[in-house]
């Protein structure tokens, strides 16, 4: 055992520089070494050598069942092998067979206890699996075994990562808060401190993240470093696509919604002025309606925009979805609401809409 230890180091060692192909061939060399003086040997032994023969074989960018095999048959000759049970349920991954991948994750847990690579690996795959009340679920598990990993080791980029990501993907499946995505921003921002090896990936990501959060200069310094890192990513038709909403929204704000005349004054003079009736569930503090101009940036309690939306300026897929909306003063803004549906789209332009408790947010962007 002790000299098959010392030709897996040498073969790790020089597994680096190689291709997967050859790191195959050196393995079986090592193999055959360890066998004519292993003969009869432990299943310990055995189970190594199915290791690293699947290991080699993982390497390989699509699934290989040859590495299934071995990584099956070492789990069961020696199920107290960590490795190889993130392995085999990384391989599973790849198979699409995700549900096998989270047997493996959790078994290297149960078998050789809570460890960052299985708990990040395993919130990946929750991800994955279930329809409905099932998936929301296990987006929200996949959030708590993220945190899990990080608190496992808070220097670790690659598990910051893995967090930034279950919450991004638990705003969108559970309908959470604007806060889930500042805590995925918080998240990235840690991975990238973290990290040896930049991610394009995850610049991509964090590039989103403060695009949802309309930080637009920053989502641009993002994409523009994703793109760098892989040029195949489409960080550059993202920077477009919000220099293209920006400008539109400018334009329709500076022409008044490309509104008549008669027609604006009708509608601004449609617009309720005052609140006949008081929220009951928004605190103690009376509500009073506020025009844009008195908004100041960030949260304005105790206030509420009354106004008609005049314009739709993003898609159905586009997060925040923007409007543009006028005031009971005929002031023109943009208004973002989160968590829409497609109905939305049709239905906000008819009635009134009362904005309660605005939180505003200045945005500019450089001119090229």
């Not at 290991?55 to 390989?60: Q, Y």
């Not at 696509?241 to 027609?263: A, C, F, V």
Request: hydrophobic share 40%.
């Amino acid at each position: 055992l002790d000299l098959m230890s010392q030709v897996i180091d040498i073969d790790i060692f020089f597994f680096k520089q190689k291709t997967a192909y050859e790191m195959l061939r050196s393995l079986v060399g090592s193999e055959m070494c360890i066998r004519d003086r292993c003969e009869g040997g432990t299943k310990i032994v055995k189970a190594k050598i199915l290791f690293l023969k699947g290991k080699a074989l993982d390497l390989l960018k699509e699934y290989d069942k040859q590495a299934e095999d071995c990584l099956s048959k070492a789990v069961k000759l020696n199920p107290m092998h960590l490795e190889s049970w993130n392995i085999l349920g990384h391989i599973m991954w790849k198979k699409h067979d995700f549900l096998g991948a989270q047997n493996c994750f959790e078994c290297a847990i149960d078998q050789c206890g809570k460890n960052k690579e299985s708990l990040r690996k395993l919130s990946v795959v929750l991800r994955c699996i279930g329809e409905k009340e099932e998936r929301m679920q296990n987006v929200q598990k996949s959030v708590d075994l993220a945190k899990q990993a990080v608190s496992l080791d808070v220097k670790d980029g690659e598990s910051w990562y893995i967090l930034g990501n279950a919450y991004l993907s638990n705003f969108f499946v559970n309908q959470k808060k604007i806060d889930e995505i500042q805590n995925a921003k918080k998240a990235y921002f840690q991975a990238a401190k973290n990290l040896e090896i930049p991610n394009p990936d995850l610049h991509f990501n964090k590039a989103t993240a403060h695009r949802f959060l309309e930080d637009y200069e920053d989502a641009i310094k993002e994409f523009q470093l994703a793109g760098q890192l892989d040029p195949e990513l489409e960080a550059k038709q993202q920077i477009e696509r919000i220099e293209e909403i920006s400008k539109n929204i400018y334009l329709l704000i500076q022409n008044k919604g490309r509104m008549k005349p008669k027609k604006l004054v009708s509608v601004v003079s449609s617009i309720p002025t005052a609140l006949k009736n008081q929220p009951t569930n928004l605190g103690d503090q009376p509500l009073t309606i506020q025009e844009f101009s008195s908004l100041k940036e960030g949260l304005n309690r105790n206030s509420i925009l009354s106004g008609k939306i005049t314009n739709v300026v993003t898609g159905v897929n586009d997060v925040p979805a923007k409007f543009i909306f006028v005031d009971y003063k005929g002031e023109f803004g943009c208004i973002s609401i989160y968590n829409t549906s497609s109905v939305s789209y049709t239905h906000l332009t008819l009635p009134t809409i009362y904005s309660v408790q605005i939180s505003v947010v200045a945005v500019s962007l450089k001119k090229k």
